[in-house]
T-cell receptor, first 119, second 111 residues
């Protein structure tokens, strides 16, 4: 089975440019998460969706960040305008949950990440 | 918010040695997960634990769900150079959607 698929794997962009990161979750999963990883702060949850609906976006740093999930098989994380401090690895992850109830198999699977450098 | 304390933060060991690391939480979890992240890659799930006291193995890796449900342990036996990487724990509580991640244990194996 295909895992979580992210694109692009690497992106270098100039400050002020728009960046769009893409994610295809594992088929059948109904929860999707965007994380940011830096050396200083580790893994930070930015936003999560359940059944394509944003449930918690409290981790989104500021209005420059936005995320959408138009359908069960696709999500985007957009940064506009990008800044050097946005340089990080952005991970998409997916899981299956039943209204938050823990069931056997409730694990979260990560994509390989999008390495973003803003210069 | 909930936090996970993962220790040690980093460790250097000799090839062939056993490794132990742990995570502790300020609150109860129903699921504990252990991941490994290789350089330039995403975290890969190693072991999932769903019941207090549960002991689960995956090859040379063994993880345990603490009976208090506030801690978990990961042991690696007879380490090899490819065990190098960052190991993360993660906890999940019933009734929530969030997975809380530890800060990671960076493992380096000296051949």
């Amino acid at each position: 089975d295909a895992g979580v698929i992210q694109s692009p794997r690497h992106e270098v962009t100039e400050m002020g440019q728009e960046v769009t990161l893409r994610c295809k979750p594992i088929s059948g999963h109904n929860s999707l998460f965007w994380y940011r990883q830096t050396m200083m702060r580790g893994l930070e949850l930015l936003i999560y969706f359940n059944n394509n609906v944003p449930i918690d976006d409290s981790g989104m740093p500021e209005d420059r960040f936005s995320a959408k999930m138009p359908n069960a098989s696709f999500s985007t994380l957009k940064i506009q305008p990008s800044e050097p401090r946005d340089s990080a690895v952005y991970f998409c992850a997916s899981s299956w949950t039943n209204n938050g109830l823990v069931l056997s198999g409730n694990t979260i699977y990560f994509g390989e990440g999008s390495w973003l450098t803003v210069v | 918010g909930q936090q996970l304390n993962q220790s040690p933060q980093s460790m250097f060991i000799q090839e062939g040695e056993d490794v132990s690391m742990n995570c502790t939480s300020s609150s109860i979890f129903n699921t504990w997960l252990w991941y490994k992240q290789d350089p330039g890659e995403g975290p890969v799930l190693l072991i999932a634990l769903y019941k207090a006291g549960e002991l689960t193995s995956n090859g040379r890796l063994t993880a345990q769900f603490g009976i208090t449900r506030k801690d978990s342990f990961l042991n690696i036996s007879a380490s090899i150079p490819s065990d190098v990487g960052i190991y993360f724990c993660a906890g999940h509580s019933s009734g929530t959607y969030k997975y809380i991640f530890g800060t990671g244990t960076r493992l380096k194996v000296l051949a």
